[in-house]
């Protein structure tokens, strides 16, 4: 299963995301938008894990209890080389102690995950082969966070879809 750890957005801010995906739908129609259910911003990608293992980590995500944070998505932009189009913003303390704790949680479970320096950003569009629309949103899109925990790609009848891993899932 391919997993990560991700903050997941509240139902506001998930509607305010979908409302800025079907904006910019005619910008990029040859992209892949992703489904509204499937938003939410990776504080760290651990890319394959058997359900043992995942289930075995799950718990430990959940046990860091961290706190709800608020954050703001007010740029647009897009990462060429991946092809993908997204939300961000800059981070602030709250957003940079939550991936704080969520690395040194892995890293003291010796769970690898992908190092790269973290960019706040929320997934878009894929399959993006230019993206004009890149810059500041006119109108910032508030985001508070639901919970964060442990998540893995699977597929439904509806396609994609991110279940969350473990106790409360």
């Given amino acids: 299963m391919r997993c990560f750890v991700a903050a997941w957005p509240d139902h506001a801010t998930r509607q305010s995301l979908e409302q800025l995906l079907a904006t910019l739908r005619a910008q990029v129609p040859a992209a892949r938008p992703m489904q509204a259910r499937n938003l939410h911003l990776t504080l760290a ?10 289930t075995w980590l799950a718990p430990s995500i959940d046990d860091l209890a961290l706190q709800s944070f608020d954050w703001n998505v007010d740029s647009l932009g897009w990462f060429p080389r991946a092809r993908v189009a997204w939300a961000g913003g800059p981070t602030n303390p709250a957003l ?3 991936v704080n704790a969520v690395r040194a949680q892995l890293d003291a479970l010796g769970v690898a995950y992908d190092r790269k320096a973290f960019v706040a950003h929320v997934t878009l569009f894929r399959d ?23 998540y893995a790609a699977a597929r ?3 396609g994609p879809v991110y279940q969350r891993v473990g106790r409360n899932a």
């Fill in 45 to 54: 990608f651990i890319g394959e894990l058997d359900s043992a293992a995942a």
């Fill in 96 to 98: 940079e102690a939550s």
């Fill in 128 to 150: 993006v082969r230019a993206f004009a629309c890149s810059g500041p949103l006119v109108e910032p899109i508030p985001w508070r966070t639901e919970h964060v925990a442990l």
């Fill in 156 to 158: 439904d009848e509806r």
